[in-house]
């Protein structure tokens, strides 16, 4: 099979990774860009579960990520005692690296063609005869022309984010706190440094001065020595209502973007790039290398399930936003249901894995 992979990113990277695995020929198109990700700060969490399976497929990869042991859920009303956690019996909650350093891993897949095209569009990338293309990309004519209907969202909210550095402590319970203006991560690193995300209800930028100031007051953990510079991005939900065009199948973020409040959004890219690898295996197997049967199947497969995932994490954060409002009257009785009943207690902890 000849698979084409348009837009030179993450999701991309890894899924080509796992698609030269199976000997099938891979090439990533794309154009060329100002961004640069040599400096970026930005971190991700890996699901327990999620972490085996890149352990598994990547060469390198396990030297790779800090493990948290629990999450603990506070509220701006109680700052120093936990509404609730979260602990897998035996395993890690998730693991967290940074991004630059599973990017430039995967970039050394010698395997993956690149293609840098300053133009193209369907005609161009159909003269060259792809089985299957599997299109990333916000910005390429192709998603402009084909993939524009979405559901969306805009929460008028900017994320910022940092690393913390400071005194060496065992660092393996992650923190997250519902602040009456966002919610506040504190994300283990390594024991000496610590990711920190907050979701500010607000489309301002928040200066590094003034975000450490934000840090300092919800802190009562690190002895913080110094930050990072901050980045931010915009927060939106958005689904993509179709992920087809004949055989071009939209991925990753293009058919989700989701708040970053539950750590889910390369989760369910990864959870995606699963499904994908089993359902191209199914139909080699067959015999089959028809793509568009392989982006029907795939769209059958998880289109209702990343709709119900983006839905609930997107529910969460209204709820929280309510709660913060009615001073957390809403959240302290119902997590004292969930830490009293051992068996409501064990699905939300299997939930948030």
């Known amino acids: ?165 400071h005194t060496k402590i065992e660092n393996k319970v992650a923190i997250q706190v519902f602040t009456n203006n966002g ?17 500010n209800n607000s489309s301002k930028l928040i200066e ?24 931010s991005f915009n927060i939106k939900f958005s689904y993509l209502r179709n992920y087809t065009y004949k055989n071009i199948l939209s991925f990753g973020d293009l058919i989700h973007k989701v708040h970053p409040l539950a750590g889910q959004g390369f989760n369910m890219t990864i959870r995606d790039i699963k499904s994908l690898s089993q359902i191209i295996d199914r139909n080699i197997k067959l015999g089959i290398d028809d793509g568009e049967i392989i982006a029907e199947s795939f769209q059958e497969n998880n289109k209702h399930l990343n709709f119900i995932y983006g839905v609930a994490i997107d529910s969460i954060n209204s709820f929280f936003k309510i709660d913060s409002k009615l001073k957390n009257n809403l959240s302290d009785p119902i997590f004292k249901i969930l830490k009293g009943n051992k068996f409501l207690n064990n699905y939300a902890t299997f939930l948030s894995n």
Not at 90 to 95: A, D, I, L, W
Not at 183 to 199: D, E, G, H, M, Y
Not at 214 to 229: A, D
């Open 183 to 199: 919610p506040l991560a504190f994300l283990p690193l390594s024991k000496n440094q610590t990711s920190i995300v907050f979701s």
């Open 208 to 231: 590094k001065n003034n975000f450490l100031q934000i840090i300092k007051k919800y802190n009562f953990k690190y002895k913080i020595n110094n930050i990072s510079e901050v980045e």
């Open 1 to 165: 099979m000849n698979i084409c992979l348009l837009g030179n990113n993450l999701t991309n990277l890894l899924l080509g990774s796992i698609l030269t695995k199976k000997k099938i020929n891979v090439d990533i198109i794309y154009q060329p860009t100002k961004f640069e990700l040599k400096n970026t700060i930005r971190t991700i969490a890996i699901s327990n579960k999620n972490y085996s399976f890149l352990r598994e497929n990547l060469k390198g990869f396990k030297n790779f990520g800090w493990p948290t042991e629990k999450i603990k859920i506070f509220s701006e009303k109680n700052k120093s005692t936990e509404l609730f956690e979260f602990k897998n019996r035996n395993q890690n909650n998730f693991y967290l690296l940074k991004y630059i350093q599973i990017y430039n891993l995967l970039k050394k897949n010698k395997l993956i063609k690149f293609i840098r095209l300053k133009n193209y569009n369907f005609d161009i990338i159909k003269r060259k005869n792809y089985n299957l293309v599997v299109n990333s990309d916000y910005n390429n004519p192709i998603t402009k022309k084909y993939f524009q209907k979405k559901i969306e969202k805009n929460y008028k909210s900017l994320a910022h984010t940092a690393i913390i550095s």
